[in-house]
C-alpha cells in the first residue's frame, strides 16, 4: 500500500526556520517525482516545490524560492522541505505528494496521484 | 505562469442532481489537466488525471473533459458522499497551478 507520511510542522516565530519530513512507503521512491503542496486555512491549494526522482531536478514556487530547498533520501525513502526566513503568511498545511510519474524536459510528472495527511505549520 | 480559473466557486445540488464546473486555463495546457476531491479537515484526492481519465476506484458517475484551455468535471447522480470541494491543476508545465476550488453544497 502506498503511504506518505510528513512530520515536523509546529509553531515557530517569523524569520525561523522548519524542516518538514515525508516518509513514503509502497512504491519505489526514487521512480517518482515528488511535490510539496501547501494549503493556507480556509484557502485553496498552492504548489510549493517539487524534485525529479533523481533529485537532480528542483522546483519552487515563486513565493518560496531563495527561503525554502526541496530534497530526497533514496537510502531512506524520505522527502524533504527545509523552510528558512519563514513569515507569517506561510502558516499553512503543508502536504507531500507523489506524482504520477517522473519528471522529465517535457513533462512535470504528471497529476498527484497520492498524498500524505498533511502537516501543520504556523509562523506566529 | 498558467492561471486556472475554476467556476462556479460554489453550487447547492440536490442528491441526484448533475453537477457541472469547469476549469479554463490562461494558456494551452493540451491535455494535462487533473481533478481533486478535498473533504474537510482530509488530503485532497485524484479524482480524474490528463483530462479525462477516472483514477482506479473513483466511482464512474464522475466524469472530465476538454482539451487545450476548456476543461469540465461532471458529477451525475449526486451522491451524499459527492458533497465537497473540486479543484483543477493544470500539469503542463511548472510552476504547477491549481484552481481556486469549487464547493459543492447540500440544497
Known amino acids: 500500500e502506498v503511504q506518505l ?10 524569520g525561523g526556520s522548519l524542516r518538514l519530513s ?7 521512491f526514487s521512480s517518482y517525482a515528488m511535490s510539496w503542496v501547501r494549503q493556507a486555512p480556509g484557502k485553496g491549494l ?14 519552487y514556487a515563486d513565493s518560496v524560492k531563495g527561503r525554502f530547498t526541496i530534497s530526497r533520501d ?5 522527502l524533504y522541505l ?24 517535457y513533462s512535470p510528472g504528471g497529476a498527484f496521484d497520492m498524498w500524505g495527511q498533511g502537516t501543520m505549520v504556523t509562523v506566529s | 505562469d498558467i492561471q486556472m480559473t475554476q467556476s462556479p466557486s460554489s453550487v447547492s445540488a440536490s442528491v441526484g442532481d448533475r453537477v457541472t464546473i469547469t476549469c479554463r486555463a490562461s494558456q494551452g495546457i493540451s491535455s ?6 478535498q473533504k474537510p479537515g482530509k488530503a485532497p484526492k485524484l479524482l480524474i488525471y490528463a483530462a479525462s481519465n477516472l483514477e482506479s476506484g473513483v466511482p464512474s458517475r464522475i466524469s472530465g473533459s476538454g482539451s487545450g484551455t476548456d ?22 508545465s511548472f510552476p504547477l497551478t491549481f484552481g481556486g476550488g469549487t464547493k459543492v453544497e447540500i440544497k
Open chain 1, 22 to 28: 515525508c516518509a513514503a512507503s509502497g512504491f519505489t
Open chain 1, 82 to 105: 527545509q523552510m528558512n526566513s519563514l513569515r507569517a503568511e506561510d502558516t499553512a498545511v503543508y502536504y507531500c505528494a507523489k506524482h504520477d510519474y517522473d519528471s522529465s524536459g
Open chain 1, 46 to 59: 498552492e504548489w510549493v516545490s517539487a524534485i525529479s526522482g533523481s533529485g537532480a531536478s528542483t522546483y
Open chain 2, 32 to 37: 494535462w489537466l487533473a481533478w481533486y476531491q
Open chain 1, 74 to 78: 533514496k537510502s531512506k525513502n524520505t
Open chain 1, 5 to 14: 507520511l510528513e512530520s515536523g510542522g509546529g509553531l515557530v516565530q517569523p
Open chain 2, 71 to 92: 476543461f469540465t468535471l461532471t458529477i451525475s447522480g449526486l451522491q451524499p458522499e459527492d458533497f465537497a470541494t473540486y479543484y483543477c491543476q493544470q500539469a503542463n
